[in-house]
C-alpha cells in the first residue's frame, strides 16, 4: 500500500503543531516518525491512521484521499488493511493470549483461526503461552501479542507508538526485529520513536522537527 501526505496541516486547540507536512511511503518499508517529546509524533500517527482528523491537506492510500472518507470507510480500513500497535498494547487481560490474537470467538471458526492464531505467536516466540490470561503477559510480551495480531491478519499497514518505549534490552531487539519482519513481509510499518537504535534501522525518517511551526 502507497500513503501520499500532501500539504498536511494538524492543530490541536486552534494551536498549530505540523504544517506543511509532505511525504509518501509505502509497501515493504519502515517508516520513522521522530523529533523531540512534545513535537506530535503520536498526533500524526493517529492522524495517518485516521484515528484523529487533519485541519487540512490530504493523506492518500493507493490514490485515495482519506482525509475524505465516511466513517464505513475508515472502520473497513482498519478491518481490512490496517492494525495497531500501542504502548499498552490494547490487551484484553481477561481473555487468553491467542484469543488477543485472533479476536474471534466464533464456534464456526474457531480451529481455523486458532492455527493461524498459534502460528503467529510461534513468529513472535510466544506460542507456549497461548492458552494463558493474558494478564500474566509482560509489557513487552504483550506488544509481541499486538505485532503477532498483525500477523496473523496480515495488514498492509502497521501504525506503532513507541514500540520499544519501556522494554528491557532483549524484548527492545525482538521488537526491532519483527517489526522489521513485517516490513520484509511487505507491510508499511509506520513507527513513532525516539529510540535512535530502532531510527537507525528504519528504511525512511520523518523528522517532525522540520514542520514545526517557527
Keep these: 500500500?502507497?500513503?501520499?501526505v500532501s500539504d498536511l496541516t494538524i492543530t490541536i486547540d486552534r494551536r498549530v503543531l505540523l504544517s506543511g507536512m509532505n511525504f509518501e511511503c509505502r509497501e515493504g518499508q519502515l517508516v520513522g516518525l521522530i523529533g523531540p517529546s512534545g513535537c506530535g509524533k503520536t498526533t500524526l500517527l493517529n492522524t495517518l491512521g485516521l484515528l484523529l482528523p487533519?485541519?487540512?491537506?490530504?493523506?492518500?492510500y493507493d490514490g485515495s484521499d482519506a482525509t475524505r472518507w465516511r466513517q464505513r470507510q475508515i472502520?473497513?480500513?482498519?478491518?481490512?488493511?490496517?492494525?495497531?500497535?500501542?504502548?499498552?498494547?490494547?490487551?484484553d487481560d481477561d481473555e487468553s493470549v491467542v484469543y488477543n490474537v485472533t479476536l474471534d470467538k466464533s464456534l464456526l471458526r474457531r480451529h481455523?483461526?486458532?492455527?493461524a492464531g498459534l502460528a503467529a505467536l510461534a513468529k513472535v516466540g510466544l506460542v507456549q503461552r497461548a492458552h494463558d490470561k493474558a494478564r500474566v503477559l509482560s509489557g513487552g510480551e504483550q506488544r509481541r501479542v499486538a505485532?503477532?495480531?498483525?500477523i496473523y491478519r496480515q495488514s498492509a499497514v502497521i501504525f506503532a507508538?513507541?514500540?520499544t518505549a519501556s522494554l528491557d534490552e532483549d524484548n527492545r531487539a525482538l521488537i526491532e526485529s519483527l517489526l522489521i519482519q513485517e516490513a520484509q513481509r511487505g507491510a508499511l510499518v509506520?513507527?513513532?520513536t525516539h529510540d535512535m537504535s530502532l531510527a537507525q534501522r528504519c528504511s525512511a525518517l520523518v523528522n517532525l522537527s522540520d514542520y514545526q511551526p517557527a
Excluded at 1 to 4: A, C, E, G, I, T
Design 147 to 150: 505485532i503477532a495480531r498483525s
Design 1 to 4: 500500500m502507497k500513503v501520499k
Design 161 to 163: 507508538d513507541e514500540p
Design 75 to 91: 472502520s473497513a480500513f482498519w478491518r481490512d488493511h490496517a492494525s495497531f500497535v500501542i504502548q499498552d498494547a490494547g490487551i
Design 54 to 60: 487533519a485541519h487540512s491537506g490530504s493523506i492518500f
Design 112 to 115: 481455523e483461526s486458532q492455527r
Design 190 to 192: 509506520i513507527i513513532s
